[in-house]
């Protein structure tokens, strides 16, 4: 197999192959809600979307199990089901859906270039950015192990399967004290796994989970594995890691929830977009403009609040119509 030599799209020497530039006037990257959902009414509105999938086809939600909070589907769906049904939609109007990774970009023209997997030039008239975020996890085999059969990164998405029943969540952050208060209205039990004895979290929400009788911290704890026969039916822990006090602890549970954080997948474009010091992408309030004309974001590459389907399919519609009416100002 041939192996491609990455494009340099700063050095003038070594320009692309001519065949290998394609001038495109609305260029989609990524395959979550946001991006398929941008793909949607741009299509319509015959901007002519080319959407490039990305690694993970279809998104953080081709890796959750049942979506039940995305309406239109009264009996739930399938992340993956849900994915494909939006694919389907995309393509209905012909948006040219492409396998392929943004591996490099360039904003400093009027034209917008972005490169695809190192060996193709795209170039647009409009590019909208909806790359997701990745939720973070801890790194140890055991997540692996038992992904969708008891570990999740996403309580609002998972948590309803684990009613009635005892759950740990991990982090000390917003996100983690969120989630795990939103899980003790629906579980028995909710650990929450911190690593130090103090909480990240605002002072606000901190309140609110020393407030919630079923959540149970566990300061100084870290998890190392997990255990149980067909799913997860426990934790093992380590307590006060590495002082003369440490110790392994073990936990009955039923779901682990990861909420240690989530990395926007913005890094291709840093150079020209302006993000937050997480590397979420700045966007200009109310609006998916960024500091680039011609150049809008959506999804949770520029959102750390919501983070929901429902809300990233919103701002794919709103960088559509966002991205059509800079093209017509500009026509
Ligand atoms: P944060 O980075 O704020 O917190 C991550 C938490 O996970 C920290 O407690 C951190 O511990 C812990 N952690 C990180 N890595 C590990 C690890 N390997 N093992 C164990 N624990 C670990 O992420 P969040 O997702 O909570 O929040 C991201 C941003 O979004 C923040 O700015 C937050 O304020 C915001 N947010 C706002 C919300 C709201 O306003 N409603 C809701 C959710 C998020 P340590 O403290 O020791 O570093």
Known sequence: ?????????????????????????????GSGPAGYTAAIYTARANMKPVLYTGMEMGGQLTTTTEVENFPGYPDGVT?????????????????????????????????????????????????????????KYLGIEAEKK?????????????GFFYRGKDVAVVGGGDTAAEEATYLAGLCNKVYMIVRRNVLRASKAMQERVFKTPNIQILWEHQVVDLFGENGVEGAVL??????????????KIDGLFLAIGHTPNSQVFKKYIDTDETGYIKTIPGTTRTNIPGVFAAG???????????????????????AERYLAERE
Not at 146 to 158: K, L
């Open 1 to 29: 197999m041939e192996i491609f030599k990455p494009i340099n799209l700063q050095s003038d020497t070594e320009k692309p192959n001519v065949e290998n530039v394609e001038r495109v006037r609305c260029l989609i990257i």
């Open 79 to 135: 992340g993956h089901q849900m994915m494909e049904d939006f694919k389907r939609q995309a393509e209905r109007f012909g948006t040219d859906v492409r396998f392929g990774v943004a591996t490099d970009a360039d904003f400093s023209g009027k034209i917008l270039k972005v490169e695809i997997d190192g060996n193709k030039i795209i170039e647009a008239d409009t590019v909208i950015i909806a790359t997701g975020a990745t939720a």
């Open 146 to 158: 038992y992904a969708g059969m008891g570990v999740s990164a996403c309580a609002t998405c998972d």
């Open 238 to 251: 380590v307590k006060k890691k590495g002082t003369p006090e440490e110790e392994i602890v073990k936990i």
């Open 300 to 322: 949770d590459v520029q959102d750390p609040r919501y983070r929901q389907a429902v809300t990233a399919a919103g701002s794919g519609c709103m960088a559509a119509i966002d």
